[in-house]
């Protein structure tokens, strides 16, 4: 209930529009009080821009999505351990914000390895489907296939650094082998 009134708060401070509606919004379930705080961007583009972020409200949305999406990932489990060996994430009262964006990170890893997988098992099947290609044809696909990779890479790369950069705007920091340990929480194909 603590947790919701939070949140109410929260979204009626910002949006005194809904404060018609506290009664059904301090009864609403949490999911959708954390998706409304959550997904409440003024642009669109990033949490970064959401009038919310780095709030009080925002942990407590945090805290409510991460420990949901650890029913379906227990392995997340050892984010939260990671992150609370940290003396900077333990002065921080933002642990959730800064599990909950290890957590999309390494869910977009998972989807970039996948992407990679799919790529390579399907260009693989096509040509066992004629072992006489046309040698330039193979060249070409095998090419397309290896360009796809390299930018899933990029991808990767880029979610990292803004890993980092969370973890900067949160605790002031985080060392690289905390960091490196968080990402190896799961399976990488490079």
Do not use: C
């Amino acid at each position: 209930m603590r947790d919701s009134f939070i949140l109410v708060t929260a979204l009626i401070g910002r949006r005194p529009e809904l404060l018609k509606d506290i009664d059904r919004l301090s009864k609403g379930d949490l999911e959708w009080l954390s998706y409304s705080l959550t997904s409440s961007s003024t642009d669109g583009n990033s949490n970064r821009t959401n009038r919310f972020w780095m709030s009080d409200a925002w942990e407590v949305a945090s805290r409510y999505q991460f420990n949901r999406d650890l029913k379906h990932h227990p392995e997340y489990a050892q984010i939260l351990s990671i992150l609370s060996e940290e003396t900077a994430v333990r002065k921080s009262s933002k642990l959730y914000t800064g599990a909950m964006g290890v957590a999309r990170i390494l869910w977009g890893h998972r989807e970039a390895v996948e992407d990679i997988l799919k790529r390579e098992i399907e260009l693989e099947k096509s040509l066992s489907k004629d072992p006489r290609m046309d040698p330039v044809w193979v060249a070409m696909k095998r090419e397309g296939v290896a360009e796809s990779i390299e930018l899933r890479k990029g991808s990767f790369q880029g979610m990292t650094e803004s890993l980092r950069q969370l973890f900067v705007d949160l605790y002031g920091g985080v060392p690289e082998s905390t960091l490196q340990r968080l990402l190896s929480i799961e399976p990488h194909v490079w």
